[in-house]
C-alpha cells in the first residue's frame, strides 16, 4: 500500500465539505463518475485519497464516513459507482483510526471493520485489510491482540492475515515478537484446515486458503526461521491437499532458496510424505455407497 496524498481536485474538496455539513449528492455524484466502476478495476488511488483527506479533516467527518461505509448492498450494489462510496467509508475510517489521539476512535473502527470483513460485496471486505493495515501502523502489535477474536470466521481470518502482509503494519513488530503474526497465520491455516469438508466450498473459506497462500511468504520475508519453523509444522500435519498447495506456493520465493535450500527441501519431504500412499483402485473398501447399478429389489 503506497502512501496516499489528500485530494487534489477543488471541485472534490468543496463538495467534501458540503457532504460534511449534510449535503452529499454532489460529493457523490463525483466519487460516483470518478469510482472505475462498473468497470474492471476501481479508483483505488481515489478513494486513498479520499481516506487521507477525510483523516486530515478529524472527528466532524465521521458521521459522514460511517454513512458511506454503511450504504446497504441492496442500495450500493456490487460493481456500481455507489459501492465505491462503501470503500471509501471504509478506508477513511481505517486512516482516521490511525492518526486520531483517541482510543476509541479505534475501538468504534475495529467494530465496524469486523462486520464489513464479510460484506457481501467483494470490493468492501477487499478494503478491510488495508483500513486494518492503516490502524495497524498506529496500534502495532497491539492489534494483533485484538483482532484474535476475529479468528474463528473465514472472512475476518482472511482479512486480518491480509492486513499483515502489507509492510506499513508487518513491519512494525519488533523481532522479538514474531510470534504475535505467526500465530495469527497459525490460528488462520487451522481454522481452514478444521473446518468441515461442506465449508470448502463456501467463498469465505476459499477467500482464507487463497490468503494462505501468499501472506506467510511476506511474513518468512520479515521474520525467516521461525516462519519456515511453522512451515514445518504445518507441512507435517497437513492432511488438506489445498493447503498442501499453499505451503509450497508460499516457500516457492526465489529471494528466500539461497538461504534457506535445505529448509524447502525439506518441507517439500514433508508436504509430500503428509500425502500419504496412494490409493489402491482395485481394492473393495466395505460400507462405501455402491455406485453401480441398483440390485434388484426383493
Not at 16 to 41: C, V
Request: aromatic share 6%; with cysteine.
Amino acid at each position: 500500500m503506497t502512501k496516499a496524498e489528500g485530494l487534489r481536485s477543488a471541485e472534490l474538496t468543496t463538495a467534501l465539505e458540503r457532504a460534511i455539513a449534510g449535503k452529499t449528492a454532489d460529493l457523490y455524484r463525483q466519487l460516483e463518475l470518478q469510482s472505475g466502476l462498473p468497470g474492471p478495476r476501481v479508483n483505488m488511488n481515489l478513494a486513498l485519497a479520499f481516506a487521507h483527506e477525510c483523516a486530515g479533516i478529524g472527528p466532524k467527518v465521521d458521521d459522514l464516513v460511517y454513512a458511506m461505509a454503511n450504504l446497504p448492498p441492496d442500495e450500493a450494489r456490487g460493481a456500481s459507482g455507489k459501492e465505491f462510496l462503501s470503500v471509501c467509508g471504509v478506508l477513511a475510517i481505517g486512516n482516521r483510526a490511525m492518526v486520531a489521539k483517541e482510543n476509541a476512535v479505534r475501538d468504534r473502527a475495529l467494530v465496524l471493520l469486523e462486520e464489513k470483513a464479510d460484506d457481501p460485496r467483494f470490493r468492501v471486505r477487499d478494503a478491510v485489510p488495508l483500513a486494518l493495515a492503516m490502524m495497524g501502523q498506529k496500534m502495532q502489535a497491539d492489534l494483533a491482540d485484538r483482532v484474535e477474536s476475529w479468528m474463528d470466521r473465514y472472512f475476518q481470518a482472511a482479512a486480518v492475515i491480509r492486513a499483515l502482509a502489507e509492510p506499513t503494519w508487518l513491519e512494525t513488530f519488533p523481532h522479538d515478537a514474531y510470534y504475535q503474526p505467526i500465530n495469527l497465520l497459525h490460528a488462520a491455516f487451522m481454522l481452514a484446515h478444521d473446518a468441515p469438508r461442506s465449508a470448502f466450498r463456501y467463498p469465505g473459506h476459499k477467500a482464507l486458503v487463497e490468503a494462505l497462500g501468499s501472506v506467510p511468504k511476506a511474513v518468512a520475508r520479515r521474520f525467516s526461521q521461525q516462519m519456515f519453523d511453522r512451515y514445518a509444522i504445518w507441512a507435517e500435519g497437513g492432511k488438506i491437499p489445498e493447503l498442501r498447495d499453499a505451503i509450497l506456493l508460499n516457500i516457492d520465493d526465489t529471494q528466500m532458496k539461497k538461504s534457506f535450500r535445505e529448509e524447502i527441501k525439506r518441507i517439500k519431504e514433508l508436504v509430500e510424505t503428509s500425502k500419504g500412499p496412494p490409493r489402491d483402485p482395485t481394492i473393495i473398501r466395505h460400507g462405501t455407497r455402491g455406485r453401480g447399478k441398483k440390485r434388484d429389489r426383493r
